[in-house]
């Protein structure tokens, strides 16, 4: 049973009926509080509350032997009780920017005129003055003086409690290892950001893809839906990392059945080190040509002489999938062998035997 409530006090209690334009909710008492149901209504008259559901209010009074309850203190709810017992209360309050004035906005509360400073409206996206000018915004009395002659409010208060709110639910729903949607905002140098439910997560360019990421836009855009994986989460200071690479099977689990030692490859450069070249054997699968091997001074300046997206041919080492590693050399190309077989097949001399140049020009 709810002990003697003072105006402005905040309850929580459970809808027990709607009927026409008012909805009552449990005292645990004789008597029922009620609600004006239009408090509750869209724009097109639907309710959002139904017979059962848990709500919020705060109490305004007694009238006609009725417990009168409202979600939201404002308009003629906000007398000089409700709105002292709000400031004690810190409880969200309902007011009109009415205009500007000098280091901020002139705010109307109820009966009440308060003052809003500039640092307290709006919270990390701030807009124009003007911008603000006629709307109804929620605030929370910061100083209540002179029987409430000086006010002084702040919607950002409200706004950073609401922020807290949204990050704490996240936090208890999404941890590494969740699979998250979200929706690609922007793309920077260093990666993409990911608005995941209003929550800006970053998607580091090295987890885009399988193979190297060098420009994000061939595999991103803003507006782009995507499907990650959580890999990181620092809740208390709002930082989340996802990937895209972390749903992708690793490739390097089947890289032994692909490849085998004495194998020749074509492939291109990937990248290039102080210490050799990568070579892409296969969507996300780079070897290593040592700069011992390439023929080279160990002094040489390998960027100078090699680049990205270069053709080379490879003949596979050692590889180490375990460690995620194979080595390579240099070797001719796939296509300079099956020329040197083809022409040394259609060359043959008259004995049967691999054309020889030299033994030809001996026949002469």
């Known amino acids: 049973m709810f002990e003697k409530l003072t105006p402005g006090q905040e309850i929580e209690s459970t809808v027990v009926a709607v009927s026409g334009e008012t909805v009552f909710i449990d005292m645990s008492a004789k008597s029922e509080g009620v609600i004006n149901a239009a408090e509750f209504a869209d724009e097109n008259g639907n309710l959002s509350v139904k017979e059962g559901d848990k709500i919020k209010a705060f109490f305004i009074g007694e009238k006609n032997g009725e417990m009168r309850f409202t979600t939201k203190i404002a308009g003629n709810s906000a007398d000089d009780t409700m709105l002292e017992n709000a400031f004690k209360n810190r409880i969200p309050v309902q007011g009109k920017v009415e205009k500007e004035i000098k280091g901020g906005f002139e705010v109307t509360l109820g009966s009440k005129r308060g003052f809003c400073p500039y640092s307290q409206m709006g919270f990390r996206q701030k807009e124009e003055a003007g911008y603000y000018i006629g709307r109804v915004l929620t605030f929370i009395i910061q100083e209540y003086k002179d029987d409430g002659k000086k006010l002084v409010v702040s919607n950002r208060a409200v ?61 991103l855009e803003p507006g782009q839906e995507i499907t990650a994986k959580v890999i990181n989460t620092d809740w208390a200071h709002e930082k989340v990392s996802v990937s895209l690479k972390a749903l992708i099977a690793d490739p390097w689990e089947s890289v032994s059945s692909k490849f085998s030692a004495g194998q020749k490859i074509d492939g291109k450069i990937s990248r290039v080190a102080d210490f050799g070249v990568f070579i892409n054997l296969d969507k996300g699968i780079d070897g290593l040509v040592h700069i011992s091997a390439l023929g080279v001074d160990r002094n040489t300046n390998l960027k100078k002489k090699f680049s990205v997206g270069q053709e080379m041919s490879v003949t596979i080492k050692e590889i180490d999938a375990a460690n995620k590693r194979i080595s390579l050399v240099p070797s001719t190309s796939t296509e300079q062998d099956d020329n040197a077989s083809a022409y040394f097949a259609t060359h043959k001399d008259d004995d049967g035997d691999t054309y020889n140049p030299f033994a030809a020009l001996l026949k002469k």
């Open 159 to 219: 706004l950073e409690e609401e922020h807290k709110g949204q990050i704490s639910a996240l936090g208890e729903r999404i941890a590494v290892g969740s699979v998250v949607t979200g929706t690609v905002k922007s793309l920077q140098s260093f990666g993409a950001f990911v608005d995941i439910e209003g929550f800006q997560a970053l998607l580091p360019i090295s987890e885009v893809a399988l193979e190297r990421v060098t420009d994000l836009s061939k595999f």
